[in-house]
């Protein structure tokens, strides 16, 4: 797209087809591990069957199926009942092994924090897209620092620290949001400031007193498996 606005933090159309592709790097082992949560995490996709953590978005109760701590993407976004500030968040997730599509077709979810906030999932195994669309980017503003991704069925990690916005008692931004993220143990952002809720092709402004919300899980279509979310709510120094 060059039809977009120009990002507000460099040089680059929002999803500029121009911009560089990251750079490659080949994580550590085949599959991420299963990291269990710490004693203090909340987990919202444990073992088993279990999917009283979350709604669908419009309220309604998960449909998706989840079978032996695996849930699916096919039947609508998840929402988290549970609302947070600034958290640790834990995902695994895998994509399809039945590579299917191109670009943003191809194994398209995305974690979402506050609800608001997107980081992509995406196949970005061999699959060139919009470099702020790739796997693990801030969706649509900053592409990850190198591509980690891991191929196609294996399973992957993000590791996510974020600090919500903060605003005034007159409603002016204060803080913005801002994440830090580890895609299969490597580092895609350190402590990267969101301009605003992330969209497709456009820009959108912080919604004034909104410092909380859930977690959603995007349903874009594909086929994306998800196993092992927990999150910690994070606090400040006493
Ligand atoms: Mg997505």
């Known amino acids: 797209y060059t039809d977009t606005p120009m990002q507000p ?13 990251p750079r490659v790097v080949t994580p550590g082992g085949e599959e991420a591990p299963i990291t269990p949560a710490p004693a203090d995490a909340t987990v919202l996709l444990g073992n088993g069957s279990d999917t009283s ?9 998960a449909t998706r199926e989840m079978k032996d701590g695996v849930t699916s993407s096919g039947k609508g976004m998840l ?3 549970a609302e947070f500030a600034d958290v640790q968040l834990h995902v695994e997730f895998a994509t399809s092994t039945d590579v299917k599509g191109d670009s943003q077709g191809r194994g398209n979810s995305g974690v979402y924090l506050m609800g608001a906030f997107e980081i992509q999932v995406l196949d970005s195994y061999q699959n ?7 796997a693990a980017s801030m969706y649509g503003q900053f592409p990850p620092l190198v591509n980690a991704s891991r191929k196609p069925g294996a399973w992957q990690s993000y590791d996510i620290v974020f600090t919500a916005p903060r605003f005034t008692a007159s409603g002016e931004l204060e803080k913005p949001a801002v994440a830090t993220v580890l895609h299969n143990g490597v580092v895609v952002h350190t402590a990267t400031a969101f301009w605003g809720p992330t969209q497709h092709r456009r820009i959108d402004p912080y919604r004034p007193g909104r410092v909380r919300g859930p977690i959603h899980l995007q349903d874009h279509g594909n086929p994306v498996r998800f196993r092992n979310i927990w999150v910690r709510e994070l606090k400040g120094y006493d």
């Open 53 to 61: 953590a979350w709604s669908m978005t419009n309220g309604a109760p």
């Open 79 to 81: 929402r988290a009942k």
């Open 9 to 21: 933090n460099g040089n680059w159309h929002i999803h500029d087809p121009a911009r560089p592709q």
């Open 128 to 134: 060139p897209t919009y470099a702020d669309g790739s």
